[in-house]
């Protein structure tokens, strides 16, 4: 098992080695181990995993999320599966409180419209306005401000409640009151672009929130004596803690010390933006020009850092090449952060979920991909 798995941790995240699924209108019927039945399709090396669950995606093939239209979302949700990711939030930075309520009903027409095979839009992640000047990243800081009820308000009923999670600063004025009203609502309240202090973090927890946004990034460093946010992350079980492994955001090194800390409390967010899955060149985020270099992460002009080049599938592979176990793996990349959307039907492979699968060759590279139970993309019978 990984670094950071327990006896427990073994008993929930299992593998079954040969073994194989019975699908049925979209929905897995029956798991079972062993050699495949006569006329069943044999997948002859990798593995079969769930479908990876993203949420956090900026956007990906040329395509900005915060500037996308409905049927731009639907393109995306369509490309996706090469990627692995068959669930996603579309995320939206910092902008004006009525371009965000307006794109929210732009996420929930796209979410109407799904379709199998495209990728499931499961709502919306608003990451800002309610963030902080010293921890801005590539967001505007001259748009932040506190999140007030009628600001919240706005949001949570913006696109008929499409608002599945939203980022804050847990220092801001107003925000322990935010998170409680959105969780009560049943938005996930995630911590991020943030200089709490360790007691701050854990008001917030305390108060709802349940997710650590893109740890380390955009947030005060641990220090031995000024935890902050990232002990907290690293240290409270109520807390799932968000991971960038493109190896650019965070040293594998730190991923290693991520996993052997949180163990199955990490989520693996690609923080993708449209320069993902393209090549070098010139890309929108959220109204600015982002630059990507071969080899690198896309950067804002003054060189920052503004999202990932790095799809969840690739961020996956990444995992597998650090040595950690595959059901690991996919705890980190589709069963938690389904659970952490209430999505028991998603992100496991076991009688009752949806049939979304992804084929992996012995890399870790996706070969296939299925939603409900329809192939998506790939040659399973190559």
Same mark, same amino acid.
């Given at each position: 098992?990984?670094?950071?798995?327990?006896?427990?941790?073994?008993?929930?995240?299992?593998?079954?080695?040969?073994?194989?699924?019975?699908?049925?209108?979209?929905?897995?019927?029956?798991?079972?181990?062993?050699?495949?039945?006569?006329?069943?399709?044999?997948?002859?090396?990798?593995?079969?995993?769930?479908?990876?669950?993203?949420?956090?995606?900026?956007?990906?093939?040329? /395509?900005?999320?915060?500037?996308?239209?409905?049927?731009?979302?639907?393109?995306?949700?369509?490309?996706?599966?090469?990627?692995?990711?068959?669930?996603?939030?579309?995320?939206?930075?910092?902008?004006?409180?009525?371009? @965000?309520?307006?794109?929210? !009903?732009?996420?929930?027409?796209?979410?109407?419209?799904?379709?199998?095979?495209?990728?499931?839009?499961?709502?919306?992640?608003?990451?800002?306005?309610? @963030?902080?000047?010293?921890?801005?990243?590539?967001?505007?800081?001259?748009?932040?401000?506190?999140?007030?009820?009628?600001?919240?308000?706005?949001?949570?009923?913006?696109?008929?409640?499409?608002?599945?999670?939203?980022?804050?600063?847990?220092?801001?004025?107003?925000?322990?009151?935010? /998170?409680?009203?959105?969780?009560?609502?049943?938005?996930?309240?995630?911590?991020?672009?943030?200089?709490?202090?360790?007691?701050?973090?854990?008001?917030?927890?305390?108060?709802?929130?349940?997710?650590?946004?893109?740890?380390?990034?955009?947030?005060?460093?641990?220090?031995?004596?000024?935890?902050?946010?990232?002990?907290?992350?690293?240290?409270?079980?109520?807390?799932?803690?968000?991971?960038?492994?493109?190896?650019?955001?965070?040293?594998?090194?730190?991923?290693?010390?991520? @996993?052997?800390?949180? !163990?199955?409390?990490?989520?693996?967010?690609?923080?993708?933006?449209?320069?993902?899955?393209?090549?070098?060149?010139?890309?929108?985020?959220?109204?600015?020009?982002?630059? @990507?270099?071969?080899?690198?992460?896309?950067?804002?002009?003054?060189?920052?850092?503004?999202?990932?080049?790095?799809?969840?599938?690739?961020?996956?592979?990444?995992?597998?090449?650090?040595?950690?176990?595959?059901?690991?793996?996919?705890?980190?990349?589709?069963?938690?952060?389904?659970?952490?959307?209430?999505?028991?039907?998603?992100?496991? /492979?076991?009688?009752?979920?949806?049939?979304?699968?992804?084929?992996?060759?012995?890399?870790?590279?996706?070969?296939?991909?299925?939603?409900?139970?329809?192939?998506?993309?790939?040659?399973?019978?190559?």
């Amino acid at each position: 098992m990984a670094p950071g798995s327990s006896a427990a941790e073994r008993a929930r995240l299992s593998v079954v080695e040969p073994g194989g699924v019975t699908v049925e209108r979209g929905v897995v019927v029956d798991t079972w181990g062993g050699p495949p039945p006569p006329g069943a399709l044999r997948l002859r090396e990798g593995m079969l995993v769930p479908g990876l669950v993203d949420l956090q995606l900026n956007g990906a093939y040329g /395509i900005d999320c915060a500037e996308a239209g409905s049927r731009d979302l639907a393109d995306l949700a369509a490309r996706l599966p090469r990627a692995g990711v068959t669930s996603f939030l579309p995320t939206a930075v910092t902008a004006p409180m009525g371009a @965000l309520t307006d794109w929210l !009903g732009t996420v929930a027409a796209a979410q109407r419209a799904w379709r199998p095979p495209a990728a499931r839009i499961l709502g919306a992640h608003v990451e800002g306005p309610f @963030l902080v000047p010293a921890r801005a990243g590539a967001h505007d800081p001259g748009l932040f401000c506190d999140p007030t009820r009628d600001r919240i308000r706005a949001l949570y009923e913006a696109g008929g409640g499409a608002l599945a999670v939203l980022t804050l600063a847990p220092e801001r004025a107003g925000a322990l009151q935010a /998170i409680e009203a959105l969780a009560a609502r049943g938005v996930v309240v995630a911590l991020g672009h943030s200089d709490a202090t360790a007691a701050q973090a854990t008001a917030a927890t305390a108060a709802g929130a349940r997710l650590v946004t893109h740890l380390f990034n955009a947030s005060s460093p641990l220090g031995h004596r000024a935890p902050g946010l990232p002990g907290v992350a690293l240290t409270d079980p109520r807390l799932s803690v968000g991971l960038i492994a493109d190896f650019v955001h965070v040293d594998p090194l730190v991923v290693r010390l991520v @996993l052997a800390a949180a !163990g199955e409390r990490v989520v693996l967010t690609s923080d993708a933006m449209a320069a993902a899955g393209m090549g070098p060149g010139a890309y929108r985020l959220a109204g600015r020009t982002v630059y @990507l270099e071969a080899g690198d992460a896309p950067r804002g002009a003054d060189g920052g850092l503004a999202g990932s080049a790095t799809l969840a599938g690739q961020a996956f592979a990444n995992l597998l090449a650090l040595g950690v176990e595959p059901a690991l793996a996919c705890n980190a990349a589709a069963q938690r952060p389904a659970a952490l959307l209430r999505r028991q039907d998603l992100g496991r /492979i076991r009688p009752g979920a949806a049939a979304d699968l992804v084929w992996l060759d012995g890399t870790g590279a996706v070969r296939a991909t299925w939603v409900a139970g329809q192939l998506a993309w790939g040659d399973p019978g190559a």
